[in-house]
Nanobody, 120 residues
Framework: QVQLVESGGGLVQAGGSLRLSCAASGSIFSINAMAWYRQAPGKQRELVANIPSSGSTNYADSVKGRFTVSRDNAKNTVYLQMNSLKPEDTAVYYC??????????????WGQGTQVTVSL
């Protein structure tokens, strides 16, 4: 079993910044990829950014140039630096990871989510 714990969400004014963290722990042999998703009220969950084991990054068009995803392999942690936040960024942000477990199985896990609210 792998646990993902997110932190760093909160309330911020438009134009401000937040940094989300997601720490993975448990039965981890290796981390194959990690990603951030978000879900706004009444909308489907959408991919915000991902970072495979290669270290390359991918972003949704709506956040390009404003958000940066990074990872610290030594700490099994992925970060999402969010700058120039807009009210439309308001959502619950979820961490997602694809792991090879100690049992040699590829499994995908989700964090519990952290609320980000951007006010005018």
């Amino acid at each position: 079993q792998v646990q993902l714990v997110e932190s760093g969400g909160g309330l911020v004014q438009a134009g401000g910044s937040l940094r989300l963290s997601c720490a993975a722990s448990g039965s981890i042999f290796s981390i194959n990829a990690m990603a951030w998703y978000r879900q706004a009220p009444g909308k489907q969950r959408e991919l915000v950014a991902n970072i495979p084991s290669s270290g390359s990054t991918n972003y949704a068009d709506s956040v390009k140039g404003r958000f940066t995803v990074s990872r610290d392999n030594a700490k099994n942690t992925v970060y999402l630096q969010m700058n120039s936040l807009k009210p439309e960024d308001t959502a619950v942000y979820y961490c997602n990871g694809l792991f090879t477990t100690l049992q040699g199985v590829w499994r995908r896990y989700w964090g519990q989510g952290t609320q980000v609210t951007v006010s005018l």
